[in-house]
């Protein structure tokens, strides 16, 4: 490793780099006086996966690759770096083994902080650590294999990515023991160095435990690993309906109400155990190959009437998805059982329509449509929109949360099987 970088071009690209442009200069200046250079052959490995990291590196000229070895010896390229990028951040901040290999592709000319520079740093500049968090959280999620891909966490191997969230990333995994699917939800770690972000993430799974109904996603477990929290989940092999919306269109009302009355009985459950699911949304509700309803994601739920300012959101703010909340949920006041209907309405509509019922793209547009827009005649909706269907829609998007449905018992009649040849059109 050479001295110090006296080229002016490296301290530029280290500033313009991500995760470091958004830091002042000040501490830039800081980093960049801790570093050293290092070159790098053709072929040589700067980072080995399985060793513990030791170095931070920013690449101010050549190219890597990133690849990934898995549990079974496959060999899958995640990445190709170049100017500019930024590796290492995983080992460091996890504090645990590096995800990947790093290979020189081209001689590469590097920036090395050290790990002991940067948690010296780190210790009186905790911006250094929440930047490097969010690009680990930036990286984790966006492709089927990730850096955590074929990696074995707690007994359960991960096989791939399923979905990325604001608060979570979704693996379909492996357990070892068994040989069983399952999907494992971790924590996004941009949340890590949120105040009450990991007991609102253990507050989920203790809601989530208790509640054992065939139309709910159960929860099998929850452990620690790779510096965050993971939820091990029932495996549901299928599609959300907002998957299903996207490629099939709307739903003939027959098997809508049918899938409808499956999610009410979920829903209905719910409420019976005083928690509040407060996320209704074609994207939390899975349809399985089988023709079975799942509720999933109750990572907003409350427990009605027990909601304490530690582990619940705080009055006033606004957290979900506002396009089927209801209008007091969107104002950020209080919400009940009613809320949950409004949105199981606001979803109903939407499968047998085909579209959404509010398009607002603000929320004070979204506000000002719920106070104002009627739900339209039935024949508007839909072809064969029946009576029941109607007014369950009209009862359960009343505007004032006192005059709305309470409960959604009358749709457990609807409750029922869906047709295979059905199921077989919009799966295939």
């Not at 739920?301 to 998805?321: H, I, N």
């Not at 579209?355 to 909706?381: S, V």
Request: glycine content about 8%; charged content about 25%; proline content about 5%.
């Amino acid at each position: 490793m050479t001295e110090h970088p006296s080229d002016p071009d490296a301290r530029a690209v280290l500033q313009e780099s991500e995760p470091f442009q958004a830091l002042r200069d000040k501490l830039v200046d800081q980093v960049f006086a801790r570093t050293r250079e290092r070159r790098y052959e053709s072929g040589e490995v700067l980072i080995h996966q399985g060793v513990q990291g030791d170095a931070l590196l920013v690449l101010v000229d050549g190219t890597v690759r990133v690849v990934l070895h898995d549990d079974t010896g496959r060999e899958l390229m995640l990445a190709r770096s170049k100017r500019g990028a930024v590796v290492g951040e995983m080992s460091l901040i996890t504090q645990g083994p590096a995800t990947a290999d790093v290979v020189a592709e081209t001689p590469v000319r590097a920036l090395v902080l050290t790990a002991s520079d940067f948690n010296e740093l780190a210790s009186r500049n905790p911006e250094l650590t929440i930047v490097l968090t969010n690009l680990v959280a930036d990286r984790l999620g966006r492709d089927l294999v990730d850096g955590l891909g074929g990696k074995t966490l707690s007994g359960y191997r991960i096989e791939r990515c399923l979905g990325r969230g604001g608060m979570a990333v979704v693996y379909e995994a492996t357990e070892l023991e068994t040989g069983e699917r399952v999907a494992l939800k971790m924590m996004s770690h941009r949340l890590v160095y949120q105040p009450g972000a990991f007991s609102r993430f253990e507050r989920e799974a203790r809601i989530v435990e208790p509640l054992a109904h065939p139309n709910i996603a159960r929860l099998r477990g929850h452990f620690p690993a790779f510096r965050t929290e993971f939820i091990v989940m029932e495996f549901c092999d299928g599609a959300t309906l907002s998957e299903l919306l996207h490629r099939f269109g709307a739903f003939p009302e027959r098997e809508a109400k049918r899938l409808l009355g499956q999610l009410a009985s979920a829903i209905e459950f719910v409420h019976a155990h005083d928690v509040l699911h407060l996320d209704i949304k074609p994207g939390n509700v899975m349809l399985t190959h089988r023709g079975e309803v799942k509720l999933m994601d109750f990572g907003l739920a409350k427990e009605d009437q027990r909601v304490s300012d530690e582990t619940a959101t705080e009055m006033g703010t606004v957290q979900g998805t506002p396009l089927y909340m209801a209008p007091e949920q969107i104002a950020g006041d209080p919400a009940g059982p009613t809320a949950d209907v409004y949105a199981f309405a606001c979803l109903a509509f939407e499968l047998v329509s085909g579209r959404k019922l509010f398009e607002g793209h603000t929320t004070r547009q979204l506000i000002q449509e719920k106070l104002l827009k009627d739900l339209p005649a039935a024949g508007a909706i839909g072809p064969g929109i029946s009576a029941d269907l109607h007014a369950l829609l009209s009862a359960a998007l009343e505007k004032d949360p006192a005059a709305r449905l309470t409960s959604l018992r009358a749709c457990l009649a609807w409750e029922g099987p869906l047709d295979p040849d059905f199921l077989e059109r919009i799966f295939r």
